[in-house]
DNA sequence: GATCGTAATGTAAGCGCTTTCATCAGATTC
DNA sequence: GAATCTGATGAAAGCGCTTACATTACGATC
């Protein structure tokens, strides 16, 4: 016998003795078929093992059903979060979700934009507003429907969900200062792709140019979002300038590496040094002292993306710019700056 | 001007003049076309922003260079990881990745295999040993290639690649009775569908009643591995059993829960209460204390299991079960029981 | 009993691509 | 200059499915 290859409908089709317009109609309107006929190909499919070929059905009848997401990294977790119920809320809607991430390189992105949307994505979800005009053009050229998430911008050409990166970062800022923080310094992610880096670094700035101080002069460090870069920057930072009384994260992440780095330093957290994140993930509750930060409602956006892309595909009219609030969650790891005195032992 | 459709590969060849089995070929073989057709193709591409069909390329070519891997969740870091480093490895040998997670329903495993099935995967990834026959037979009739990854078991009819989580588990808990403990419970994450919670709890049981006590005596809980549970598992023990020196956990999110929940309960881990974890997450290294755990090698894992795959894809023979070892990282959060003093202060 | 309506099924035309095979224009050889 | 080879190209046959349209069977209607 030779290596039998994946059955098709037509097999189906012989063995039940029908035809090959009957068997999909049993797959996919099976109210329009006889309860007879319906069960002998039901058994077929059953005896054949069959499933049908996914290429084949996507040129035939010109609906996938399919979502694209194309995310930064699946390793941090708010997008994980976000993603989940994106999918969750998908399904619902009939639709079906696939992934695809581009480590934060706009040329990942592109590529992968172009995958999916060959791979019959009807819609797309993206992150972020930083992109080439070509993936914009292509975008438009193909018709396919684009949402972007996790930034907000009423100014921008694709339609979004998301919240105001600089306003939420700026009023953490503005908490911090108030706090009496004069000496401060910034571990940012990377700015250059990334518009919700560059967004949150621009309301730090901004808040400390209000408050009278000089922008240009924050001692500021970039890199990737992990828990060493979080650790080394701290470290390299305190280096730099010794009396730094707060650290602004750019995300909790970040934050999280700069505590470890504050502890390996000896420096106790916030007594000694504030620190600051900025999405509020699992984690930022959960490390000890629990980490002041903005919070995300990853959860919401996600669900509320899925439902607005649905809408975007019945061709429904749908608002093109949704903001969310991501409001301050003022916890343990920020406080008061040290008096001067600790700072003296050490000069004196 | 009417609403222009997606352009085609006829399209792209009525502008440059050739035919299509040559624009096909310009981008599937371009060494196969002179310099000066594949500029002109090359450029109606661009203006027309083509991109192929891939579901037609799929029946045509009956190839899609792609892998599909069906997860738990991605919310759970350690797939996420795991994920990352399969996908990066499968680049590299020319594979693309399909995602799909099925929140730990052997029901939604099943559909999402077939769906990526249809969606021509060539070969699959799927997480443990716990599925029905049907779905096996499934894979057999449609001849797709697939590994096991995350655990590992020299018995099972699917190749797989991972740890034994028995051993690691035992060894752990080995650990923890060596260090004194005698009242001991357990947090485990749902076992009936799950066969890596179920192999820890057995490694678990196995060493207890080694050590001579009654393993179906030991107060244990089963929930999802989140945080919450882990917190509130922490808190139902505790009210059974006031006298609990160790709370031995079924992965790291769940002890961090019961670390959370310790704290809240105003007990000192590990002073008052040892808490262990497994997986080795970076949260385990980030609380404080930092978690006893079991590490598992994600990233290694990933990456073998991509190649191994792509192997199978070619062939190739390769090796049915393949074993990684996960050792334990003896940390701050395991120590020697408190002296009973403690205990009786409440009691007198 | 002729006429019509309806539900169930079949026929066959693609969907957009790849690939086999045939063709053809030049370059090479004798 | 004829014969041969080579590389570039085109014509056309599917890949496995859906669906518009045609056909058939059969009960209801007058």
């Known amino acids: ?109 592109e ?70 923080h004069r000496k401060v310094a910034v571990l940012s992610g990377f700015t250059a792709e990334n518009d919700r880096a560059r967004l949150r670094l621009e309301g730090i700035l901004d808040a400390i140019g209000d408050a009278g101080l000089d922008p240009t002069a924050v001692p500021l460090i970039r890199s990737d979002y992990s828990i060493d870069a979080g650790k080394d920057g701290l470290a390299t930072l305190l280096d730099r300038d010794p009396e730094l009384t707060a650290v602004v994260c750019g995300n909790d992440v970040l934050a999280v590496g700069a505590m470890i780095g504050a502890r390996a330093r000896g420096l106790r957290v916030p007594q000694d040094i504030s620190i600051t994140g900025f999405d509020d993930i699992e984690l930022a509750s959960v490390v000890d002292p629990a980490l002041t930060t903005v919070h995300v409602p990853h959860r919401e956006m996600g669900r509320r993306a899925a439902q607005i892309l649905a809408a975007m595909l019945h061709d429904e009219q749908v608002p093109t710019h949704v903001k969310l609030t991501a409001d301050l969650r003022l916890r343990d790891s920020l406080a008061r700056p040290p008096r001067p005195l600790r700072r003296l032992t050490g000069g004196a």
Chains 1, 2 share one sequence.
């Open 1 to 109: 016998m030779s290596p039998r290859a994946r059955p098709t409908l037509e097999d189906v089709a012989r063995r039940s003795g029908v035809s090959t317009a009957t068997v999909s109609r049993c797959l996919n309107l099976p109210d329009r078929v006889s309860k007879s006929t319906r069960d002998k190909v039901d058994a077929a499919v059953r005896e054949l093992g069959y499933s049908p070929n996914f290429g084949a059905r996507i040129m035939a009848a010109r609906r996938t059903h399919t979502i694209g997401a194309v995310i930064p990294t699946m390793e941090n977790a708010i997008f994980a979060r976000g993603l989940q119920a994106f999918q969750e809320e998908l399904a619902e809607n009939g639709y079906t979700m696939l992934v695809a991430s581009t480590s934060y390189s706009q040329q990942n992105e």
């Open 111 to 180: 590529e992968q934009i172009r995958a999916l949307v060959a791979r019959g994505a009807e819609g797309l979800l993206l992150i972020g507003h930083d992109r080439r005009a070509s993936v914009l053009e292509f975008l438009a050229t193909q018709k396919v429907p684009t949402l972007v998430a996790w930034t907000y911008d009423p100014e921008a050409a694709l339609p979004s969900i998301g919240f105001d990166n600089f306003s939420a970062m700026r009023a953490l800022m503005v908490e911090v200062l108030r706090r009496g």
